[in-house]
């Protein structure tokens, strides 16, 4: 009687030599072509079955890891860095990466192996990070860097998932600019006019262009005949490398006969980057005298001037280094008693003129150089509802519904008004007051709505609606005008799921329930997700061992508990293996 064969790739359980079962799984191909068999191997037979099965279930949802060269986190982010992303990225962006990887990630996680690495492990270095004195900014840098860097590994199957993208990212709280006033700008221009350079300055509270697009222009991209600057370039910051043979003991910047091996300029990133953009006069007057001066200081620098047709130069025709830049505008802020400010501020003052002129918007994003798709959200963050923003536009609506809007009064530190200027009471902002949330509204039936359902869903907190004026709320509101929301945000029921276990394993929290739902507001960071489920398990500070699970999706969550609480088991038998060994 003919055996029964097992069809090609099929998994197979079988009875070794050694007294041990063994299972054999294919889960794709490999490089050179053959089949990609996995093999495993236990006691029993029953266990070996679950094994197959578990490693079936892996290849058939994420993906099992390819097999091949073992990686640390410290090999593959320096192979990526270097062989994957530097030949495909921009030299800032390099940059960034390479300061991200060198100076943080490997340093800081280097020595796990790749699969090994979990999200709680990313999370207690951004901790770290902070608590070392890094800035925010810097440990979400660090975070966008590796989530990135594993996107490429899961992509080449070298990970089956993320830990990154599991892992909360560090909190990154945008601080509102306050562009500066025209009185600032004034006075700023005033004192440009007693350094070099003085039309660099203008052109960047008038026009907004950036640092690199400005130092980036060439007497070819402006036409004094028809009143335009065309902004096509960037100016990139210099790389240097010793040209001593490294024997002056300095850092390649500070050598002597250092060498700049990266390209000065580079094409603006986008096709909206690349725009003409109309001078005023006065500022074509400026350039023209430039123009003049540069003349002036090429003849005295004789044979040493290097002539590459940049607009803004050294004394000898270089093109500026943005660092020096950089410097020299704090220099300017400080001459004219202005207070301290980021340079890319002068870009939001002039978006946020264009904004109180009243400029159309499809004009606005072809000055700014911002691309269609994303000129909305470039126009909130860059173009802020000053004073005068607000004023005129309830003046307008006052004038149009009761034909008596209010005169305005002058106020300390604000200029007067011309005559006849028009404006009415500044808004109010309805403040939902739900424990120790305070969430702000336009329209006082949003913010009531809200109370109303908190009040419902927590009948042992207060909920109250209180009217702030705008200005209140504006500097002592948490997130600032930002925050104020036009329609009420999402609410939805979040299944939670909790099991904690000695560290032999055994489940202590018996007879309390496992799993329960509440209902949670996008504000409540604290119980809210957008995700079907996450999961996670930590070492709690007296060695017990706690499996979380959260999500939108009930089924999911009760399917991943059973996971996280087999996880939370093994780690509490054995902390070596999840690096929990050095807090016993």
């Given at each position: ?8 790739g099929a ?48 290849r058939d ?12 986190v410290?090999?593959?982010l ?10 495909n ?9 390479r ?26 270095f951004?901790?770290?990070m ?53 009185e ?27 640092q ?37 003991g ?35 007057k ?26 803004f ?71 802020h ?46 403040v ?36 702030w004026?705008?200005?209140?709320w ?84 009760e ?26």
């Open positions: 009687m003919a055996k029964n064969r097992q069809p090609n998994s197979s359980i079988y009875l070794g030599k050694d007294g041990r079962w063994h299972g054999r799984v294919t889960v794709g191909v490999k490089d050179d072509g053959t089949p990609d068999r996995r093999h495993i191997s236990r006691k029993t037979r029953a266990e070996a079955t679950k094994a197959v099965r578990e490693l079936e279930r892996q949802s994420t993906g099992v890891r390819k097999a091949g060269q073992t990686w640390t410290t090999t593959w320096t192979h990526w860095v270097e062989n994957i992303a530097a030949p990225v921009g030299e800032n962006t390099i940059d960034g990466y300061v991200a990887v060198y100076h943080h990630l490997i340093p800081g996680l280097g020595a796990h192996r790749l699969e090994k690495l979990e999200p709680e492990h990313l999370e207690r951004y901790q770290k902070r608590a070392n004195g890094s800035a925010a900014g810097t440990a979400h840098q660090a975070h966008r860097t590796v989530n990135t860097a594993l996107n490429e590994a899961v992509r080449r199957r070298h990970l089956t998932t993320n830990p990154a993208s599991i892992a909360k990212a560090p909190k990154l709280e945008e601080e509102e600019v306050e562009p500066y006033s025209l600032e700008v004034q006075r700023l221009l005033a004192e440009a006019a007693k350094v070099r350079n003085t039309a660099r300055w203008v052109i960047a509270l008038a026009l907004g262009l950036r690199g697009e400005t130092l980036g222009l060439k007497w070819e991209d402006v036409d004094f005949e028809a009143g335009v600057i065309l902004v096509r370039r960037g100016r990139l910051r210099p790389r240097y490398q010793h040209g001593c043979g490294n024997r002056c300095r850092k390649p910047g500070y050598c002597p006969q250092k060498i700049n091996i990266r390209r000065e300029t580079k094409d603006t990133k986008t096709r909206a980057g690349k725009r003409p953009i109309g001078v005023p006069e006065e500022l074509l400026l350039l023209r005298l430039h123009k003049e001066k540069q003349e002036r200081e090429r003849t005295l620098a004789r044979d040493l001037w290097v002539e590459k047709g940049y607009v130069t050294s004394p000898t025709g270089e093109p500026l280094n943005p660092n020096t830049d950089f410097h020299r505008w704090k220099d300017l802020l400080k001459a004219a008693q202005v207070r301290d400010g980021r340079l890319h501020d002068a870009r939001h003052t002039a978006a946020t003129v264009l904004l109180i002129l009243g400029v159309p918007e499809a004009i606005v994003d072809r000055i700014m150089g911002w691309e269609p798709g994303k000129s909305a959200r470039m126009r909130r963050r860059y173009q509802l000053t004073g005068p923003v607000l004023q005129q536009t309830a003046a307008k609506v006052g004038g149009l519904l009761w034909g008596t809007p209010h005169m305005i009064q002058p106020t300390p530190g604000n200029s007067v008004p011309e005559p006849g200027h028009l404006v009415s009471v500044e808004p109010t902002v309805y939902a007051c739900l424990g120790g949330h305070l969430i702000p509204f336009r329209h006082r039936e949003h913010a009531k709505a809200v109370a109303a359902q908190w009040s419902a869903d927590r009948p042992d907190c207060s909920a109250v609606v209180e009217e004026e705008w200005a209140k504006e500097h002592n509101g948490p997130g600032g005008v930002r925050a104020i929301r036009d329609q009420v945000p999402d609410r939805r029921a979040v299944a939670h799921a909790r099991a904690l276990f000695a560290p032999g394993g055994d489940r202590l929290n018996v007879g309390v329930p496992a799993q329960w739902s509440v209902t949670a507001w996008a504000f409540e960071t604290d119980l809210y997700t957008d995700l079907p489920v996450r999961w996670h398990t930590t070492r709690r500070p007296g060695h017990e061992v706690e499996a979380q699970v959260r999500g939108t999706d009930k089924a999911a969550v399917h991943a508990f059973a996971e996280a609480c087999a996880q939370a088991v093994d780690r509490a038998q054995n902390p070596g293996k999840y690096g929990d060994a050095d807090e016993w």
